[in-house]
Structure formats: C-alpha cells, structure tokens
C-alpha cells in the first residue's frame, strides 16, 4: 500500500514559523499531485494547498501569502513551509495523493500556534 508520513508538527508562537514534510512510497510522488489539508478540533477537513506534478501550486486564500508548498522528487518529500503563524492555523495537519484512483492520507502531524 501507499504510505504517507507527515512530520514537523509542534507548539509555536504566533508570527512564528513551522515546516511540514511528507515523506511518500515509492515512486508515487514523482508523478502525482500532493496536498495539504488540515483539520481543526470540531471543524470540517479543508485543503490548505496543492502542488501538481509538474510544481504547479494552489493555496486556500486563508493561507496565501504565509504558507509555500513545494516537492523534492528525489527525496520523495512534500514540504508545507507555514509562515506568520495564526492561532486559527491550529490543526492536525496532513498529506494527501491519489493513486489508482484512490486517495491516501498520511497520518497528520499536531500544529498548535498558541501563547
């Protein structure tokens, strides 16, 4: 089975800074779409970002400007570089692809932005 491994997650102030990675099998991420979503206690999953195969990025307009998406094929690696850090931004954070049309999670990794 495909594996997705996220990590990077932890307690920082707000205005700080995290990075988030996601560690995929295989040769699945040299050719597939990857994303981030987030999920917050008592709220709905949302998609924070997207990059494409080809390095083609998409942002949710709660996140533009602050968070940068990117991949490194050769390390089978998605990384989500969160900037200026809100305490909304709180959320277990996960990776997500599809192959053979099915969707694959990571197991999300803890962003707390508290004082």
């Known amino acids: 089975q495909v594996q997705l491994v996220e990590s990077g997650g932890g307690l920082v102030q707000p205005g700080g800074s995290l990075r988030l990675s996601c560690v995929a099998s295989g040769s699945i991420f040299s050719i597939n779409a990857m994303h981030w979503y987030r999920q917050a206690p008592g709220k709905q999953r949302e998609l924070v970002a997207t990059?494409?195969?080809?390095?083609?990025?998409n942002y949710a307009d709660s996140v533009k400007g602050r968070f940068s998406i990117s991949r490194d094929n050769a390390k089978n690696t998605a990384y989500l570089q969160m900037n200026s850090l809100k305490p909304e931004d709180t959320a277990v954070y996960y990776c997500k692809t599809f192959f053979a049309g099915l969707p694959y999670w990571g197991q999300g990794t803890q962003v707390t932005v508290s004082s």
């Open positions: 990059i494409t195969s080809g390095g083609s990025t």
